[in-house]
């Protein structure tokens, strides 16, 4: 059959939404008990939102989907949804900047186009954003509950690797590029090409060992940052940085959370300004975070630090095992004889669900896809209910008599 | 002779206009020259006598690396500006650039008008929303991205990007051989995005499955001629431009007039009224224009612009085609700019064509070729591409990519489309095409259009109102 669905498009069915559900009800649930609440921003924004120094990368820009809108003679571009935490911060602005503290979480998609059309343009995300307050125990809080929520998701093993945008933008500051040069080396850096670093370096060689203690060791604990804040030709501004990322690994250490410092984890996104995490399992990048302290002022104006991170569904969903709560429940086929039944088959069917029980009208009589099926006969009130798993046929003339039968409540509702 | 018969056909695509008559004179130096391809033929479809199995069509140079790409050609000729804005928008095209030819030397600059004193440093910071005109949209979106501006807003043009700074729009991308050009036309640059130059295109694919070999070993002659010295073709200097710009004002009005193929006829057509104009000839086209009457503003630009440019307030009132103002309201139907006056002028039909051996005479039977699955996906090919893409949709087409070009449209069927929307003022062209009408979409002339929004300022009201008398007395003379 010709495939219709566009390219880099996915349907979603049955199964892939009961798993859909699980990884969102997990993580809302987690969410809600820490005193978050749920935000939607819609999926058309306008595309100036995402273009200042700061926020998408202009190769990320480059893969936007945008159009002019019907009313769009002005020469606003409109863009779908490429991010979940820029739209957030506008939402904040917009709503809420009244809030000293606002603690929001999402469920939402974002479009990315990608060549093959092998992988989704659509793909879907949670997140979670901590405005107002400028940390170390906010970045610990966000962290916890990434960690929390990985754990909440059923997820099989993980580990955490920690870096920090302060710490790489101070050091780039000091190959003292100009601002197009040092904009284009992030975006290389974010795009995952460490190798730009080190063809920058050789301009100051002062910190040629320090760009390579960055790119080739990783930590375990606040020790290595105190280790690297010791080395040779660490300037006033890196050491800066390093005391900011310092204090939030010594709380992290104390909570007892296990860690990786890996500055080359750090990928992606122009808007972290310190804290960078992500959480692997299963050799994927499952979640990634951090603090964003400038983004909310370039959006809206007003200047507001704030941390947050995001799950990457697709990827939380592969490695989860298939949720069970729905074939737990109890599912009976109610049939009718024919037209006079029917009546009678809806108000069974009815009486079933609210005792918890996922009652399925069956009109055609070939309906076999469920353990219990309860046969409505001709005489007033009188049923033959099967169960086909002990291959046993009973016939009762109460409803509750069907319940009992088929073992009480289900587990549902 | 067996050996002759196996060459496969190689589809070459040729640019019509500026570039004519250095790649023609090219051409003929390696021995691949075409009778025909000359600025005079109006034959657009060439054999090679040299080369069996070649054979060339001239197409509008922007439309070359869109053909290309898309696989009706196997290579062409064009200016390598017009292919990066393709693979800039499109970065997986099917397009390989086999060899730059050195000739059609210039450059794609970002510029302002040399009084706004705009840098490169000023740009980034600002939250100005800047307006950027341009022909290359794709381009001078990527130079915004990259140089970071927080909030700018591109308007993709036809042409006479010139003409918009400083009043109508902050910056322009557009084409200049050199710097100097650039000042001409009272323009200074911010930043040069990219060099452009002729050069050799070919599809992708016909590189990796088909044997181009004969063709291909002419390229090194080709290349080698391309760089020498040759008589640089006759090119009329650019009107030095008068160093004039206009105040923002309330109690003006501003008016664009065009340029182009519709300017004889506005000519014509305001010489009947008793509006006086200097540098609106056809020897001195000032972008300023200046008239007899003090509250106009006159610019000159091109006529499918200015519907868009009347809606976002650049212009009050403007003379264009019906059909372009249409095209802009099925892509902005909430648009606030109507027609105030049908001024009579430039009579065309849009029509829909179709080649002549199609066995349908109307849309329905089109429709009847599409369900029996010819002719799915339709490829329509047209300037018009939001009526092309209205009229198809209101027919319940289900499958059709629009392609856009930009001018000789008539050139691409059968081959290359299966279906026209054009403009036709006897139909001549047409026929001598080989292409028939299957259906007349509505009749255009030049008309007066306005914004709504300048005609509810009462001050402007009574002045439009007072053009609006004047145009209609010479509308009614014959």
Known sequence: MEIQRCKGARDLLPDDMERFRQVEDAFRNTCISWGYREIKTPTLEYIHLFTATGTLTPSMLGRVYSFLDWDGWGGERIVLRPDGTIPAARLYCENMSGQDIARLYYVTNV??????????????????????????????????????????????????????????????????????????????????????????????????????????????????????????????????????????????????????????????????????????????????????????????????????????????????????????????????????????????????????????????????????????????????????????????????????????????? | MASDLAIAVTRLALPKGKMLAQTSRLLASIGLGFADYNSKTRIYRMQSDSVPGLTAKMLNERDIPVQVAIGNYDFGICSSDWLQEMQTRYPNSRVYKVADLAYEMSSIYLACSDRSGISLSSLAGADTAWRIVTEYPALAEAAACRMRLRNFRIFPLWGSADAYPPENAELAVLKATDEEELRRLNLQPVKKICSSNACIIANSDSLESGDFSRLMSHFTAL??????????????????????????????????????????????????????????????????????????????????????QVANGNFDLAITGRDWLLDHLYQFPSSPVTSLLDLGFGWVKIVAVVAEQVPADSIEGIKTLIALGKMTPLRMATEYINIA??????????????????????????????????????????????????????????????????????????????????????????
């Open chain 1, 111 to 413: 479009f990315a186009f990608e060549e093959t059309g092998a992988s989704d343009r659509e793909k879907w995300q949670c997140g979670v954003e901590l405005i107002g307050d400028p940390g170390p125990v906010s970045d610990a809080e966000v962290l916890a509950l990434a960690i929390e929520a990985s754990t909440a998701l059923g997820l099989p093993k993980f580990e955490i690797k920690l870096s920090h945008a302060g710490i790489l933008k101070a050091l780039i500051a000091e190959l003292k590029l100009d601002a197009e040069a040092r904009a284009l080396l992030l975006d290389e850096i974010l795009e995952g090409n460490w190798q730009a670093l080190s063809n920058a370096r050789g301009r100051s060689k002062g910190i040629d060992s320090i760009l390579s203690w960055l790119m080739e060791l990783k930590g375990k604990s606040s020790a290595f940052l105190a280790n690297l804040k010791a080395m040779p030709g660490i300037s006033r501004n890196l050491a800066q940085e390093i005391d900011r990322f310092t204090a939030i690994t010594e709380l992290i250490d104390n909570l007892g959370y296990k860690y990786e410092i890996d500055f080359t984890s750090i990928r992606g996104f122009e808007y972290y300004t310190g804290l960078c995490f992500k959480i692997v399992s299963g050799g994927a990048r499952i979640c990634s975070g951090g603090r964003y302290d400038n983004l909310i002022g370039l959006v809206g104006g007003i200047e507001k630090p704030a941390c947050g991170f995001a799950f990457y569904f697709d990827q939380v969903v592969a490695l989860i095992k298939p949720w069970t709560r729905q074939k737990a429940w109890k599912t009976v086929i109610v049939r009718s004889p024919g037209k006079a039944s029917i009546k009678s088959a809806f108000s069974v069917a009815a009486t079933l669900r609210r005792a918890g029980l996922i009652a399925e009208l069956d009109f055609s009589g070939s309906q076999m896809n469920a353990r219990w099926t309860v046969n409505i006969q001709f005489r007033p009130k009188a049923y033959i209910v099967r169960d086909a798993v002990r291959n046993v046929d009973k016939a009762v003339a109460e409803v509750k008599d069907i319940i009992n039968f088929i073992g009480g409540s289900g587990n549902g509702i």
């Open chain 2, 223 to 308: 290349i080698n001629n391309a760089a020498l010295p040759a008589e640089e073709p006759e090119r009329r200097p650019p009107t030095r431009q008068k160093d004039t710009v206009y105040r923002k004002s309330e109690q003006k009005v501003w008016l664009a007039l065009a340029d182009g193929h519709q300017q004889a006829h506005t000519i014509n057509f305001l010489e009947k009224t008793e509006i006086r104009l200097q540098g609106y000839d056809k020897d001195d086209t000032q972008r300023r224009p200046l008239s007899n009457i003090d509250w106009l503003n006159i610019k000159v630009i091109r006529p499918q612009d200015m519907p868009q």
């Open chain 2, 389 to 478: 893409d209205k009229y198809l949709r209101d027919r319940h087409i289900q499958r059709y990519r629009v392609v856009p070009t930009w001018g000789a449209t008539e050139v691409y069927l059968p081959e290359d489309a299966d279906m026209l929307i054009e403009n036709t003022e006897t139909g001549q062209t047409l026929a001598r095409h080989k292409l028939k009408i299957i259906d007349t979409l509505f009749e255009s002339t030049a008309c007066l259009i306005g914004s709504r929004q300048s005609l509810a300022v009462p001050r402007k009201r009574e002045k439009i109102d007072q053009l609006i008398s004047i145009f209609r007395k010479a509308a009614a003379k014959k």
